[in-house]
């Protein structure tokens, strides 16, 4: 990974050409279609996403939450 890319160059964006995108867009809808894509979509919405991010205990992980809990109390 190249970490020393500057964002902060003023230079102006090159577009994708015209060819390239169609492509990028047809890769995308195929992907979405497939069905392996229909079948996450279906079991992502069996799940309760509402509580992930704010569970009722309050910790991300209870197990770990627990663990440095008594790790800090010795």
Same mark, same amino acid.
């Given at each position: 990974?190249?970490? *020393?890319?500057?964002?902060?160059?003023?230079?102006?964006?090159?577009?994708?050409?015209?060819?390239?995108?169609?492509?990028?867009?047809?890769?995308?809808?195929? #992907? *979405?279609? *497939?069905?392996?894509? #229909?079948? #996450?979509?279906?079991?992502?919405?069996?799940?309760?996403?509402?509580?992930?991010?704010?569970?009722?205990?309050?910790?991300?992980?209870?197990?770990?939450?627990?663990?440095?809990?008594?790790?800090?109390?010795?």
């Amino acid at each position: 990974m190249d970490l *020393s890319f500057r964002f902060d160059r003023d230079v102006a964006a090159t577009p994708i050409a015209a060819p390239v995108a169609v492509l990028l867009a047809a890769a995308a809808v195929r #992907q *979405s279609a *497939s069905p392996t894509a #229909q079948l #996450q979509f279906r079991l992502d919405r069996l799940a309760p996403a509402h509580g992930l991010l704010a569970p009722p205990h309050g910790a991300f992980s209870l197990a770990a939450e627990r663990a440095l809990t008594r790790w800090k109390r010795r």
